[in-house]
């Protein structure tokens, strides 16, 4: 183990757009490196030590610097004094499953999520809660006073792998369907091979080598372009429906079986039915991107529907308040606490999701044929100066205050009129303004759209082109 002693070693400075609200991202060799990995060690190590603990759980994902990644961070942790458990390449939920299983006192998962193949980052949990916003700043400031403690501490190994699926399998009483699975050459791709085996029905699976290249298509299920190749499988093969998964494995998407998206709202109210047969009254969270159908639904189900801010830690937070069974993003994050351990899990949520459509009695497709036809907008998002982003979602609550609008303030404006809802908030990890509307029909949908133009021309700003994610 290389001991740290030279003085450029004892303080460290991150790139300040890495540490973002609710993990740490960068593009590997510009705004991250191992450097900042082994810093994120030693300032994890010492919090964890100062709060009594002793050992962390490290993951990691497919990406071709998370090797190197891991290694920098293990040598950072161990400098600090604690014992490391390597649970190696997979998914985040399985690492996510090591911290909540194993005897640990928290968890890194090195992983640039769905970001392109030159980004990387690192998602935290610290005793079994979300560790993001102060306490990632934390970690800032501490490797900038070379705040760290020193230690010896040990690595070990422990091979997960089946456990996990077999957990994930666990208690399925889901029926027989034919059904497609696209990993993206994410890193979930081993654990959906070995997943399907367990499974009954047909099942055919694309891009389960896991690559860091993604050498077929970006990894990112919320995108429609990128489900064309499971589009094309369920049609080839005449399949029931399809399900595609992001590159570290914690969001999910679907299509039924006429290759239509059933978006991440529409799971979440069809997963919710045998959540609330099993717990009838329970609160069901969904962030403010999603559709009132979804809102709706839950109530009709005999559930408490509960709007909340976007962001997976953030969510899972309020889980823990209300004792919601199950909470969901229109990104397709999917987070059961019912029988489950409460974090976003989209290979648990692929389980779930046949289970529920077999308790429903109807295949995916009539489910998706029996939800309202609306019409929205994908997310728009528009680039804005990092320092008028909340500044400008002020203006606009204050505007429409005086006008009397029905708004709902739990991430940004959600306003309601006879034509549906808009949407305008600010991004917590990036430099952009986010907006969606949803109407019964296109002239409204148009009426809701100049509404949101109204109000960013107001604050000086124009619908221009739209941001990348």
Do not use: C
């Amino acid at each position: 183990m290389a001991s740290i002693s030279t003085e450029a070693n004892l303080t460290h400075q991150f790139d300040p757009t890495s540490l973002r609200e609710y993990d740490i991202r960068g593009i590997v060799g510009k705004t991250l490196g191992p450097d900042d990995a082994r810093a994120i060690g030693r300032g994890f190590a010492t919090i964890v030590r100062r709060a009594g603990g002793t050992r962390v759980a490290v993951g990691r994902d497919g990406r071709v610097s998370s090797e190197t990644l891991e290694a920098a961070l293990v040598e950072g942790l161990t400098t600090s004094g604690v014992d490391v458990v390597r649970t190696g390449l997979g998914p985040t939920p399985m690492l996510y499953y090591a911290e909540a299983t194993l005897e640990v006192d928290g968890g890194i998962q090195i992983t640039g999520s769905h970001n392109p193949a030159d980004y990387n980052g690192f998602k935290m949990v610290l005793q079994h809660k979300p560790f993001f916003g102060e306490q990632i700043q934390q970690l800032g400031k501490m490797a900038a006073e070379g705040d760290w403690d020193e230690g010896e501490g040990t690595v070990t190994d422990a091979d997960i792998e089946d456990d996990y699926v077999g957990r994930l399998f666990a208690g399925y009483a889901g029926g027989t369907y034919k059904i497609g699975w696209d990993a993206g050459n994410g890193a979930a791709g081993t654990v959906i091979e070995k997943l399907v085996k367990l499974l009954p029905g047909e099942h055919h699976t694309l891009f389960t080598d896991i690559d860091g290249t993604f050498p077929n298509h970006h990894p990112d299920p919320t995108e429609e372009k990128n489900l064309a190749d499971l589009k094309q499988l369920v049609a080839d093969k005449g399949l029931d429906f399809g399900l595609a998964f992001d590159g570290d494995g914690d969001r999910v998407g679907a299509i039924d079986g006429q290759g239509r998206v059933v978006w991440g709202d529409q799971l979440l109210s069809i997963l919710a039915v045998p959540v609330l047969k099993k717990q009838p009254g329970a609160t069901i969270i969904a962030d403010v991107k999603a559709s009132q159908m979804l809102y709706d639904r839950i109530a009709e189900l005999g559930g408490e529907p509960l709007m909340w801010k976007t962001g997976h830690s953030l969510i899972k937070t309020k889980m823990k308040e209300t004792g919601a069974p199950l909470a969901g993003e229109m990104s397709g994050h999917i987070f059961f606490a019912q029988d489950y351990y409460g974090f976003d899990d989209a290979q648990y949520a692929a389980v779930q999701l046949i289970n529920a459509v077999h308790v429903t009695g109807k295949s995916m497709t009539e489910l998706k044929d029996a939800m309202p036809a609306m019409v929205n907008t994908p997310e728009m998002r528009f680039q804005v100066d990092e320092s008028r982003k909340f500044a400008v979602v002020e203006e606009v609550l204050d505007r429409l205050e005086q006008e009397g609008a029905d708004v709902n303030r739990t991430d940004g404006a959600r306003v309601n009129t006879a034509d549906g809802w808009w949407l305008l908030r600010a991004s917590n990890t990036q430099d952009v303004l986010v907006a969606r509307a949803e109407a019964k029909d296109q002239a409204g949908l148009d009426r809701l759209m100049a509404q949101i133009d109204a109000q960013l021309a107001a604050s000086g700003l124009e619908r221009g082109p739209q941001a990348a994610h």
